[in-house]
């Protein structure tokens, strides 16, 4: 890390949100026909623009979505340094699972009336934040993104079955490793350090996240992103 603070998280209105290719905008809808509550998973590997994925459907669809990240269940940087993994965070033992698939049954039955509180990660921070989130009950589409949302082992296996529909972003990937690079040298990391880690522990995730795409409803390649 550098001596300087790492800035915080851009807000959404900073940046110009691309729309939403006609082809997942169209299953969008047909998603939401059924009605009720409905959830769909945005996976990938790091870097590959999950949460830019999710910023493009919460925008067609405004306030009838609400994207609930699965990166608010990271252990606290305080617990990664105790149990000896902070050398390797992002990795799916780094993660409270349990504790996402507990929020993700309740998000698919919501109680009339009631708001469900969802974490989020604080890159800044290096910290998840709790009840962050809000998603009232009557919001029809819950939007949740992350690495391993595919994932049969480290406690991810009961996700995809709570999805009612997963989408896998694979852009190119030296797109995906210059958008890590970079994003570690605006949280503080020096440019070597950057690559380490890009080429390191966010490989190594990669390798893994890489054969879950086989149980994606859609494969959201190149032709697909904005």
């Known amino acids: 890390m550098t001596g300087r603070p790492p800035a915080p998280d851009p807000a959404p209105a900073d940046h110009a949100v691309v ?9 969008l809808h047909a998603l939401l026909a059924a009605g009720g509550r409905r959830v769909l998973g945005i996976a990938g590997a ?34 990664l340094e105790r149990i000896g993994r902070a050398d390797r965070k992002g990795a799916p033992d780094t993660f409270d699972a349990d504790g996402y698939v507990a929020l993700l049954r309740r998000l698919r039955d919501p109680a009339p009336g009631h708001v469900v509180y969802a974490p989020e990660y604080r890159r800044d921070l290096r910290n998840p934040v709790a009840g962050a ?11 949740t993104e992350g690495n ?17 529909e997963s ?8 797109l995906r490793l210059a958008r890590l690079v970079a994003r570690h040298e605006r949280y503080g990391k020096p440019p070597a350090a950057a690559l380490a880690w890009s080429t ?9 996240v890489a054969p879950t795409a086989a149980r994606a409803d859609v494969v959201v390649g190149p032709d697909l992103l904005g």
């Open 148 to 164: 391993y949302l595919l994932l049969d082992d480290h406690g991810f296996g009961p996700v995809a079955g709570l999805l009612d």
């Open 167 to 174: 989408w896998f972003v694979a852009p190119p990937d030296d």
């Open 19 to 27: 729309p939403l290719a006609p082809a997942l905008e169209r299953r």
């Open 200 to 208: 390191g522990p966010d490989a190594a995730n990669a390798r893994l």
């Open 133 to 143: 989130v809000a998603v009232p009950a009557d919001v029809p589409l819950v939007v």
């Open 46 to 79: 790091p870097g590959a623009g999950k949460s830019t994925l999710a910023a493009q459907v919460a925008a067609t669809l405004g306030g009838a979505c609400v994207v609930v990240p699965m990166d608010g269940f990271h252990l606290a940087q305080s617990e």
